[in-house]
Nanobody
Framework: QVQLVESGGGLVQAGGSLRLSCTASGSILSINVRGWYRQAPGKQRELVAI???????NFADSVKGRFTISRDNAKNMVYLQMNSLKPEDTAVYYCYAVGGSRIFWGQGTQVTVSS
């Protein structure tokens, strides 16, 4: 079992920045992919960014060039740096991990971007 806890959400004006953090605990050696999804009101949960243990990354087209993802394996942390935020980035952001053929989710953190 893997437990994920997010932090760093909040309210920011359009054009601003936020950094989300996610710490993992439990059976972390089984994890090979970590990342972030988001869900806006009335919409389906969507991929934002993922990163593999080797450092390969993938981003949603809507955030390319504005968001970066990084991981610190020694600290069991994954970070999502969000720059040039837009009102349409408003959503609950969920930390995500894949390991041992299972998917794990954090509880989510709210990001609100005001215009």
């Amino acid at each position: 079992q893997v437990q994920l806890v997010e932090s760093g959400g909040g309210l920011v004006q359009a054009g601003g920045s936020l950094r989300l953090s996610c710490t993992a605990s439990g059976s972390i050696l089984s994890i090979n992919v970590r990342g972030w999804y988001r869900q806006a009101p009335g919409k389906q949960r969507e991929l934002v960014a993922i990163i593999t243990t080797s450092g390969n990354t993938n981003f949603a087209d809507s955030v390319k060039g504005r968001f970066t993802i990084s991981r610190d394996n020694a600290k069991n942390m994954v970070y999502l740096q969000m720059n040039s935020l837009k009102p349409e980035d408003t959503a609950v952001y969920y930390c995500y991990a894949v390991g041992g053929s299972r998917i794990f989710w954090g509880q989510g953190t709210q990001v609100t971007v005001s215009s």
